[in-house]
């Protein structure tokens, strides 16, 4: 009995509809490298009887509900508050980066530097002396869960000047 396992069967399907272009000789070519020995008649006979659709190899996952990214509408509505730590010296020396960042425009707004780890309320003073030097205060401020900016001084210093502080995806 002269019969190819269905292993064999679903490769050469799979082969041939991820690469419709190969022809029979190309197909048992490739299952010869994977270590199965199929002739090319084999192949044609397989490619004939096998639907040209892709079998199902897994479940397929449920489609993501899609989120609306927020839009800013003009300068100062959505700013961006992130920290960074840059390295130097070969990774030796490194100090902190505060920066908060306009989303229309992608202009810096405020940016600090610090030695070691910053503090909440030098966060809050940072974030205060950009609402003053921007005259204005953005609707929504968006950063990560970092633990300075989810601190409990943070939150309410936002709430005073009406401004709503969104978090990224983590």
Not at 45 to 66: D, E, F, G, M, Y
Request: charged share 30%; with cysteine.
């Amino acid at each position: 009995m002269n019969r190819l396992p269905d292993l064999v069967r679903e490769i050469a399907a799979i082969l041939r509809f991820d690469q419709p272009a190969w022809g029979t000789r190309r197909i048992a070519q490739v299952l010869a490298r994977l270590g199965l020995n199929v002739s090319r008649t084999s192949v044609q006979r397989i490619v004939r009887q096998k639907p040209r659709r892709r079998p199902p190899t897994s479940v397929p996952a449920k489609p993501r509900k899609r989120h609306k990214g927020i839009r800013p509408k003009r300068p100062y509505h959505v700013w961006f508050i992130d920290l960074t730590t840059v390295k130097t010296c070969f990774g030796f020396r490194s100090f902190r980066v505060a920066a908060i960042i306009d989303a229309f425009s992608r202009a810096v707004v405020a940016i600090r530097a610090f030695a070691g780890e910053p503090s909440a309320i030098e966060i809050v003073h940072r974030v205060r002396r950009a609402f003053a030097d921007a005259g204005e205060a953005p609707g929504q401020v968006i950063s990560d869960h970092g633990k300075r900016l989810t601190a409990k001084r943070v939150r309410p210093c936002l709430r005073r000047r009406g401004v709503r502080q969104r978090f990224g995806r983590s």
